[in-house]
């Protein structure tokens, strides 16, 4: 089974602070992507990534950045944390060339903006 | 902007009943589904997908698919405690997107 890996795991981040969520994965997956999960909202997609260097905005990328450095490791940033980010986070992999990807999931990250 | 409607948001069904999840897309191309189950606290598992039109059987969980309507449902018979979780469906994107998850189902089966 694909290993996806977060850190942190629970984050405490003030107002205006800058928070980067980082994540891990061993199985060597091309597309890379980050959620939001929200009561009432689902699974929503922040940033995707097709591959090192490449980073590509989803459906809520405002208030968010990216970052692939490499095949194993994507990052998301928020450079100015505003309470409405508080939410629990999943990055995912997949390695479908043609977007019918299985998603595997990290743990998962509890963010809250205080 | 596509969507992936599920219903109903939530459901109770007793131990050892029948589970009837729903899910729809809005996009006219979409012919195939993924069903993920999240149990709480957890991250979502892909619980099963359907690629083509018809039924897929796994143990006590069955898939259908109807392209034509753009319909998958969920069906989970002799339902178990364990089995109570947020189910939530996902459909391949268009416009760039990879990927479009519906708000999920949430199930409780009472012992």
């Known amino acids: 089974e694909a290993a996806v890996t977060q850190s942190p795991r629970n984050k405490v981040a003030v107002t205006g602070g800058k928070v980067t969520l980082s994540c891990n994965q061993t199985?060597?997956?091309?597309?890379m992507y980050w959620y939001r999960q929200d009561t009432g909202h689902g699974l929503r997609l922040i940033h995707y990534?097709?591959?090192?260097?490449?980073?590509e905005k989803g459906d809520i990328p405002d208030g968010y950045k990216a970052s692939r450095p490499s095949q194993e490791n994507f990052s998301l940033i928020l450079e100015l944390a505003t309470p409405s980010q508080t939410s629990v986070y999943f990055c995912?992999?997949?390695?479908?060339?043609?977007?019918?990807?299985?998603?595997?999931f990290g743990p998962g990250t509890r963010l809250l903006v205080l | 902007q596509q969507k992936v409607q599920q219903s109903p948001e939530s459901l109770i069904v007793p131990e050892g009943g029948m589970a009837s999840l729903n899910c729809t897309s809005s996009?006219?191309?979409?012919?195939y589904f993924w069903w993920y189950r999240q149990h709480s606290g957890k991250s979502p598992k892909m619980l099963m997908?359907?690629?083509?039109?018809g039924e897929k059987e796994e143990g006590r969980f069955t898939v259908h698919l109807n392209k034509a309507s753009l319909h998958t449902s969920l069906h989970i018979r002799d339902s178990q405690p364990s089995d109570s979780a947020l189910y939530l469906c996902?459909?391949?994107?268009?416009?760039?997107?990879?990927?479009?998850f519906g708000s999920g189902t949430r199930l409780l089966v009472s012992p």
């Open positions: 995912a992999s997949g390695d479908s060339d043609w977007g019918q990807d299985t998603q595997y």
């Open positions: 199985n060597n997956h091309n597309n």
């Open positions: 990534s097709y591959g090192a260097g490449s980073t």
């Open positions: 996009d006219r191309n979409v012919d």
């Open positions: 997908s359907i690629f083509s039109n």
């Open positions: 996902a459909a391949p994107g268009t416009g760039g997107y990879k990927v479009v």
